[in-house]
């Protein structure tokens, strides 16, 4: 291999009439002046041309093949002297053996890296519909920018490409009668996000040496453009909801409503989200001694198998509703899950009188089943590690500050944890209850609330009244037989999901704050 040089170019040119040859610096030059210039360019040996030099260097090597190659380098000698040493150790490494993957993927055109980012998604087994949907992001942003090469990929681009989109929409297809809909923040993060994993794929699988898209940032959505904010049902309204959707003769996408009674029982009981109910099969319960339900990782949101545990109860109830299913049959097959889970619950909802939307504007779409399971393991005295591990979370703030949802009752009974009033106040109350009559040294006897049989977790069955009488709590149901779901059928699961709190009726001149386990989830 020859040495490298460094060195710039020349180009001869004839002497100017009129111009003078003299000394100029030690080499003999001409001299001559053209609309109030005055040029002066060194002759060549001979003293017969003017000789003129390229502005830039040039880098002049042998390649890895041997053939001699000419590369133009910077104004700048010292930058252009670190050039030929990167292109030397280059052709260096290229005549042992040794390619650069990374110079050979840059000029290779984007849709190829497109085609094997789509490869790679599949073979990470992602859903067919992950796959087709972050590759069609991806290709519509790397049109959209006019990009050719990795070369052209910025998180500038990006983000100017995104902004248009906001404010006229994606481009009509061939064919397509919808018109050009402005994308929500929302839809323009769900491109950001395809778009950020293309560009660390790019690395990982050494195609780049630099993420391109590095620094791209999620816009924060504003406005009407702010995350739907969602609410919990009660155990009342979710007991209505699968009472509704049972009683219902109407189907939803070959669901029955004996089948979406199933679905929201065991949503609201394992915490499962729309996609991954979809992708359970029969083989995905495990109804031993020791029930659980498995789901893949492919269809799970963080990408890694989740077995649940479940409730003797619900899994009994599954067993009887599954009955002789084939293994690789899907419990809840069909299209409900792909954008129609809101449409189908919603109905439900009005058949059982349950708003969609609150005066709060919360909504109770299918994805607050999710909520619900959370915040009854809240309301359950469940510690908030736990309930973290069961909904899956990377963060307890998640699980406490989005999903834990808590009504005015479940703020008012924490208030009974407090020590009675000290001194005279207590004294005071005391006085006050044997006039209204509560104590039982005056005014009647007092009626002491009714709990749940022994080993059943639950509210308590009955409360005292302002008029003495007993009214049914909560529970009322859990008194009967001891079961939250009928030994027959489904009926009044959502009696379970209150979980054990304290008593809110009257209580006496003497009573005591129970006990409370330290730990357990407040809000």
């Not at 100017?16 to 000394?23: F, H």
């Not at 269809?299 to 409730?311: D, F, H, M, S, V």
């Amino acid at each position: 291999m020859r040495p490298a040089r460094l060195y710039k170019k020349r180009t001869s040119k004839p002497i100017p009439e009129g111009a003078k040859v003299i000394r100029y610096r030690g080499q003999r030059c001409a001299r001559w002046e053209r609309q109030r210039e005055t040029y002066t360019v060194p002759l060549n040996a001979k003293g017969t041309r003017i000789v003129y030099e390229s502005a830039e260097w040039w880098v002049g090597f042998e390649d890895a093949a041997g053939d001699r190659q000419e590369v133009k380098a910077y104004t700048d000698r010292t930058a252009s002297e670190a050039l030929m040493v990167e292109l030397v150790k280059k052709a260096e490494r290229g005549q042992i053996g040794v390619a650069d993957p990374i110079e050979d993927h840059r000029r290779r055109p984007v849709g190829e890296h497109a085609a094997a980012f789509k490869a790679y998604l599949e073979d990470k087994e992602n859903t067919p519909e992950h796959v087709a949907l972050t590759v069609q992001r991806v290709e519509a942003v790397l049109a959209g920018i006019g990009a050719e090469t990795v070369a052209d990929l910025s998180a500038g681009r990006v983000v100017a490409y995104l902004a248009e989109l906001r404010k006229v929409g994606l481009p009509k297809r061939p064919g397509s009668k919808r018109k050009r809909k402005p994308l929500s923040v929302a839809s323009a993060n769900h491109y950001a996000r395809a778009m950020r994993a293309f560009g660390r794929w790019l690395v990982r699988d050494r195609r780049a040496a630099e993420n391109p898209v590095e620094g791209l940032s999620l816009l924060k959505a504003e406005g009407k453009d702010k995350k739907r904010r969602r609410r919990a049902l009660s155990a009342g309204e979710l007991e209505r909801l699968v009472e509704a959707a049972r009683e219902s003769e109407r189907g939803f996408r070959g669901l029955s409503g004996e089948d979406r009674a199933m679905l929201y029982l065991t949503a609201a009981y394992t915490g499962l989200r729309a996609s991954e109910l979809a992708s359970l099969t029969r083989a995905s319960l495990d109804l031993s001694a020791k029930p659980t339900v498995t789901c893949a990782a492919a269809y799970t949101k963080n990408g890694q198998e989740a077995i649940l545990p479940l409730r003797p109860d619900l899994a009994a109830a599954l067993a009887a509703w599954a009955g002789d299913k084939p293994a690789d049959a899907r419990l809840w097959p069909g299209t409900w899950a792909k954008k129609a889970s809101a449409k189908m619950i919603r109905g439900d909802l009005a058949a059982a009188g349950i708003e969609y939307e609150d005066a709060s504007g919360r909504f109770a779409d299918f994805h607050c089943l999710r909520h619900t399971f959370v915040s009854s393991l809240a309301r359950g005295g469940v510690h908030p590690k736990n309930a973290m591990e069961l909904a899956r979370h990377s963060k307890i703030d998640l699980t406490l500050g989005v999903y834990t949802h808590v009504c005015r009752e479940d703020l008012a009974a924490s208030l009974d944890a407090l020590p009675d009033l000290p001194g005279d106040a207590n004294e005071a109350e005391a006085g006050a209850l044997v006039a209204t009559g509560t104590d039982d040294a005056a005014g009647g006897p007092v009626r002491a609330p009714v709990r749940a049989p022994d080993g059943v977790r639950g509210r308590t069955v009955a409360q005292s009244g302002r008029d003495g009488g007993v009214k049914p709590g909560r529970a009322g149901a859990w008194a009967e037989d001891g079961n939250p779901l009928r030994q027959a059928q489904i009926g009044r699961a959502c009696r379970v999901l209150t979980g054990p709190v304290s008593e809110r009726g009257r209580r006496d001149s003497n009573s005591q704050p129970p006990d409370r386990q330290s730990g357990t989830l407040t809000n």
